[in-house]
């Protein structure tokens, strides 16, 4: 059985902060099933719920400061759309390894808007 594609819309906003392109890239990789052992710290885990036939990943914002990030997005499913948010304590200021992570996610009742 093939799996489909996940469509990734990324938010366009890590163009000049290679740590805010690593709290975007982890969200996607986490929401994908990605293996992120390397950005792990040992015996850090990352519990999220499998998604079952997920078609998008939309990442609205990743930001990071000083030794936390965070990333908010949409998730599209076959049964609707679910907000997400993820939160980030790295191991130092350089963002190379996490060592905390939280995971949230929130049914939306409308249609995802985007702040600019």
């Not at 998730?75 to 350089?94: A, C, H, Q, R, Y």
């Amino acid at each position: 059985m093939e799996r489909e594609l996940v469509k990734i819309t990324r938010s366009g906003e890590c163009k000049n902060s290679p740590k805010n392109g690593f709290v975007e890239e982890f969200a996607i990789d986490l929401l994908s099933g990605a293996d992120l052992t390397d950005r792990l710290a040992g015996g850090v885990t990352c519990a999220v719920p499998q998604f079952k036939n997920l078609k998008a990943i939309h990442v609205h914002h990743a930001i990071s400061h000083g030794k936390v990030g965070a990333a908010n997005g949409t998730l599209t499913t076959p049964t609707g759309d679910m907000e997400f948010s993820l939160m980030l304590e790295f191991v130092n200021t350089k963002a190379s390894q996490i060592a905390s992570c939280k995971f949230y996610t929130l049914r939306s009742t409308s249609a995802p808007r985007r702040h600019t």
